[in-house]
């Protein structure tokens, strides 16, 4: 009984590790293979495996399209593995290239969002840098990118989920004696290179020398990093090469892999003939023009010159050493200016007291954006400012506007954010405008609105004060579900906490009562602006107006409250939204702003139940005018709403139109 079991336990290991493949050669690659190719690759009918030809600015992939088990379980250690290939690079023009070739051990075979150039086809922009990647790679760079921190333009380097390797060295290798001799990876030549991991020590050897030499006993690239947190548990393997503006034919021989074994070894007398390589003859023109070209380049030199200088001054940024620790949400200004064509005033969404929002499209990925320019004339403050609003950038939640990076250059912060095509919720409500959305959109947006600032309140790592919430900063994706936005304002705190606010900062007719006198901002002053967007959205009015015939304020809180008194309460609709809502729905809505825009913090309802009671998952008791009134909230002039109405009616709001914001001493240090 006991070998039965011994026999049943030996093969059902056996079908298991025979169920990912362990280890695999090409001496040449077949036409009919496992060879996943993408982009410009191509398998050539003598078995040569061709990433790139001479088409420029083209990526090419080549995956083994079987997964390799790389891990006995999600959460363990890298298993050992080797590999080796055979490559040559041939460029078109000599002595100059694409941007190389890297092995690449990848999530799966395609790298659809990766781009040419100087990213190898490897990463983009946005995703190079980010550990979410799980790419690990061994890079044969033919351009010093300086970006990348590249050492030259001939080099060997490990790369981790980005193209800053963690080591390099310039091509080349030991040969028996300890001597250093130098390879040229662009020599149109075979060469052959050896990657091994080790997975008890952690340790990355990459080797390589010239074809027919043995592998090198001393390594070129040696570094020691536990792959546990950068490989999954199956993963694929294979190449990954770019073409720039110059033309170049990159080229694997043969390849062979394996785990927890040396890489098999290939016959090198079954490889593959590179094809007769030829450089690019010079044209009749460039051979005769010349010299007439010379003397134009002579004269162009001086303009090149000054156009260049110029353009540097253009793009430069301001960069200080605490950004470094902010990891990669900042962008090149150069990226920026270029998406938003140069912030032409055609491209301009909107402006405010708080800045400038211009459209733009990022030219690598096609993402379209909103770039919003602050001023920060002063420096005081700016690290926290900024720390603050990455911070915050790091949230996720389908009803927020994702805040993409920022830059900062010339006494100007940029934020760029993920662009919503339907613009802002205030233009359909006022203004009488072109589109307006019914009860239905409305109060679609209004639950959204809600769920937003319940994650920002209750439902994130820390507590987010939103400080301006308002319909001109709610944003309509393709769909019209509501995304809060501009986080311009915003303050963070531990949960359990106090904020440490100090000064004023919001928009007139959104403001708590205790806000305006003691500064002081927290989740009870964000749901008495929720309360004002509510009113907002259901009567499509503004929260404040000013009557400039009469020169009378007008509150929409203190209209909504004297209708409600009256038995008229449904008269404050919004006559845009037809007739065709639910009664009952519109009454309770109304009654929850009014409570929101109650005058005693304590009375408001938290964020959580103001969701409930939309939800439908609790019932908002019958309420009265006198129920309010009761519990210390006054409304209507004779009532005596004397709170708000003193603080709008004073000269202060006098001096602002209605939707003004107030931001004093933003970047300073009391926000």
């Known amino acids: 009984m006991f070998f039965k079991l011994l026999t049943i336990f030996f093969f059902s290991l056996l079908f298991q590790s025979s169920s990912k493949t362990l280890n695999f050669t090409y001496d040449g690659f077949p036409q009919r293979s496992y060879i996943s190719i993408q982009g410009i690759a191509a398998v050539t009918p003598n078995g040569l495996l061709r990433l790139t030809n001479t088409t420029v600015q083209q990526t090419g992939h080549a995956f083994y399209n079987k997964s390799i088990r790389l891990k006995n379980s999600p959460n363990g250690t890298v298993s050992s593995f080797s590999t080796t290939f055979v490559f040559a690079i041939h460029p078109r023009i000599p002595g100059l290239s694409g941007h190389g070739i890297a092995f690449v051990i990848a999530p799966n075979t395609r790298l659809p969002y990766a781009t040419p150039s100087q990213y190898m086809g490897l990463f983009n922009i946005t995703s190079n840098g980010n550990k979410t990647n799980h790419v690990f790679a061994i890079e044969l760079d033919t351009i010093r990118s300086t970006e990348f921190n590249d050492i030259n333009d001939n080099h060997v380097g490990i790369d981790i989920n980005s193209l800053t390797s963690v080591k390099s060295s310039p091509a080349g290798w030991w040969d028996k004696k300890g001597q250093f001799n130098n390879l040229t990876l662009i020599g149109s030549k075979p060469m052959q290179v050896w990657i091994d991991y080790n997975g008890r020590t952690h340790k990355i050897n990459v080797m390589m020398g010239p074809l027919n030499e043995e592998k090198p006993k001393k390594p070129l690239v040696s570094v020691v990093r536990d792959l546990s947190f950068v490989i999954l548990q199956d993963m694929f393997v294979g190449f990954s090469s770019a073409t720039g503006t110059v033309p170049a034919e990159h080229y694997v021989l043969g390849w062979s892999f394996g785990v927890n074994r040396e890489a098999p070894p290939l016959d090198l007398s079954k490889l593959p003939k590179l094809p007769l390589l030829h450089p690019t003859r010079i044209s009749y023109f460039c051979r005769f023009g010349i010299p007439s070209i010379s003397i134009i380049l002579i004269f162009s030199c001086i303009f090149l010159v000054w156009f260049i200088a110029r353009r540097r001054r253009m793009f430069q940024e301001e960069l200080d050493d605490w950004e470094t620790e902010l990891g990669n949400n900042r962008l090149r200004f150069k990226d920026l200016y270029y998406a938003t064509k140069g912030f032409k005033e055609k491209d301009l969404l909107g ?68 662009y919503m095509p339907n613009g802002s919720l205030d233009k359909y409500l006022y203004n009488t405008p072109e589109v307006t959305l019914d009860w239905k959109q409305r109060s679609k947006v209004i639950l959204d609105v809600a769920s937003g600032l319940f994650y920002l309140h209750e439902d994130w790592e820390q507590v987010v004060i939103h400080r301006d919430v308002k319909a001109s900063n709610v944003l309509l994706d393709g769909e019209l579900n509501g995304r809060l936005g501009d986080f311009g304002l915003a303050r963070s705190y ?110 408001r309802p938290s964020m959580r139940q103001v969701l409930h009671y939309l939800r439908g998952d609790a019932k908002l008791s019958d309420l009265s005018p006198l129920d309010l009134s009761r519990s210390g909230m006054m409304f209507g002039v004779q009532d005596g709403f004397s709170e708000l109405r003193m603080l709008y009616a004073s000269s202060v709001c006098k001096r602002f139109t209605s939707g003004s914001s107030i931001a004093d001493s933003l970047l300073s240090g009391g926000r």
Request: charged share 25%; net charge negative.
């Open 494 to 603: 531990d949960h359990g906490a106090d904020p440490q606010t100090t000064n004023v900062v919001g928009t007139l007719g959104y403001l708590a009562p205790e806000h305006t006198r003691t500064g002081r901002a927290t989740t009870a002053t964000d749901v008495f602006a929720f309360g004002a967007f509510l009113l907002e959205v259901v009567c499509g009015r503004r929260p404040i107006e000013i009557q400039h015939e009469s020169d009378e304020v007008f509150l929409l809180v203190d209209w909504v409250f004297r209708l409600w008194n009256s038995g008229n309460i449904l008269d404050a609709v919004d006559p845009n939204i037809g007739s065709q809502y639910n009664e009952r729905e519109v009454e309770m809505i109304l009654k929850i702003g009014l409570l929101c825009s109650h005058s005693d913090p304590r009375a």
């Open 351 to 418: 402006s405010g007291g708080f800045g400038r929002v211009y459209k733009g499209v990022m030219l690598e990925t096609n993402l379209e954006i909103a770039v919003k320019k602050v001023s920060h004339d002063s420096r005081q403050g700016l690290k926290e400012f900024v720390s603050e609003i990455v911070s915050i950038g790091r949230m996720r939640h389908p009803n927020l506007v994702p805040l993409l990076g920022y830059c900062r250059r010339r006494g100007e912060l940029l934020l760029v954010y993920e």
